[in-house]
């Protein structure tokens, strides 16, 4: 089992930044592809950007280049630094998690654990 917490959402403009973190319980963290999802009002929630326990990234088309994906196993810790930010990147920002065996996924499906999420706001 993982529990995952998420923070440091909040209100940006245009342009600005934001890291956030979701802290994960457990003690085989490392084991774990770790994720990031996000969903704005009245949208599906949609793939941002995965990590897998070596390393291994993967983002959405959308986001690639603005934002980083990173985790630190000792800390049970997973981050998404943010850049660039646009008023279309507003959304709830979710972590999410799975067992890794070894591939990569970036459908809602293959995640069993997730968080409660933190807003973003990106103002015009």
């Known amino acids: 089992q993982v529990q995952l917490v998420e923070s440091g959402g909040g209100l940006v403009q245009d342009g600005g930044s934001l890291r956030l973190s979701c802290a994960a319980s457990?003690?085989?963290?490392?084991?774990?592809?770790m994720g990031w999802f996000r969903q704005a009002p009245g949208k599906e929630r949609e793939f941002v950007a995965t990590?897998?326990?070596?390393?291994?990234?993967y983002y959405a088309v959308f986001v690639k280049g603005r934002f980083t994906i990173s985790r630190d196993n000792a800390k049970n810790m997973v981050y998404l630094q943010m850049n660039s930010l646009k008023p279309e990147d507003t959304a709830v920002y979710y972590c999410a998690a799975y067992y890794d065996t070894g591939l990569l996924y970036y459908t809602r499906a293959s995640y069993n654990y997730w968080g409660q999420g933190t807003q973003v706001t990106v103002s015009a």
């Open positions: 990590i897998n326990k070596s390393g291994r990234t």
């Open positions: 457990g003690r085989t963290f490392s084991s774990y592809v």
